[in-house]
T-cell receptor, first 111, second 114 residues
Framework: GQSLEQPSEVTAVEGAIVQINCTYQTSGFYGLSWYQQHDGGAPTFLSYNALDGLEETGRFSSFLSRSDSYGYLLLQELQMKDSASYFCAVPLYNQGGKLIFGQGTELSVKP | EAGVTQFPSHSVIEKGQTVTLRCDPISGHDNLYWYRRVMGKEIKFLLHFVKESKQDESGMPNNRFLAERTGGTYSTLKVQPAELEDSGVYFC????????????FGPGTRLTVL
């Protein structure tokens, strides 16, 4: 089967750094995506890693290790507005590009 | 550029009733996907259109669900008759090409079946 595992919730304080881990088991792996969803809103794309290593985009970075079937999203200089749900997802390009999602990690940023 | 829109934002119906959800993808996006999130669980794929053709409906739960995309523009997802376990948030997403890394999601329709 296809599965992605991530923690259900994480709490951190403003200004801190938080890492959200994701381990995956899928057939036909091309890369790992991350999406952010604020309460009641649309999931929005954050990043995609096709190759091993760390990719940085502003305060957010995403990492992939294909050999370990593992990735993470790193959020730095946390702000209150970062409180949201974060989903790791695998796009299956050999199956029309559909996304397989993890259960989501609810991040709460406290003052 | 307008984003993906969905209507209605919320729907509360009784078991046995029919509900139709609508999705308007970003103009020019041939690929349209439907997903569903049942409370506390992962977002699950339902089906994929390329223009007006169903490419993959392997995620559709059963034959009470019917999706259409006439003319290759907007799509509808009908649930008839609705059951309690159909409650959840239904998301629509679109993309220009399958190989694009990003799918653009709508805000979802929250369906509650009583």
């Amino acid at each position: 089967g296809q599965s992605l595992e991530q923690p259900s919730e994480v709490t951190a304080v403003e200004g801190a750094i938080v890492q959200i881990n994701c381990t995956y088991q899928t057939s036909g792996f091309y890369g790992l995506s991350w999406y952010q969803q604020h309460d009641g809103g649309a999931p929005t794309f954050l990043s995609y890693n096709a190759l091993d290593g760390l990719e940085e985009t502003g305060r957010f970075s995403s990492f992939l290790s294909r050999s370990d079937s593992y990735g993470y999203l790193l959020l730095q200089e946390l702000q209150m507005k970062d409180s949201a749900s974060y989903f790791c997802a695998v796009p299956l390009y050999n199956q029309g590009g559909k996304l397989i999602f993890g259960q989501g990690t609810e991040l709460s940023v406290k003052p | 550029e307008a984003g993906v829109t969905q209507f209605p934002s919320h729907s509360v119906i009784e078991k046995g009733q029919t509900v139709t959800l609508r999705c308007d993808p970003i103009s020019g996006h041939d690929n349209l996907y439907w997903y569903r999130r049942v409370m506390g669980k992962e977002i699950k794929f339902l089906l994929h259109f390329v223009k007006e053709s169903k490419q993959d409906e392997s995620g559709m739960p059963n034959n009470r669900f019917l999706a259409e995309r006439t003319g290759g523009t907007y799509s509808t997802l009908k649930v008839q008759p609705a059951e309690l376990e159909d409650s959840g948030v239904y998301f629509c997403a679109s993309s220009q090409d399958i190989g694009r890394n990003e799918q653009f999601f709508g805000p979802g329709t929250r369906l509650t079946v009583l």
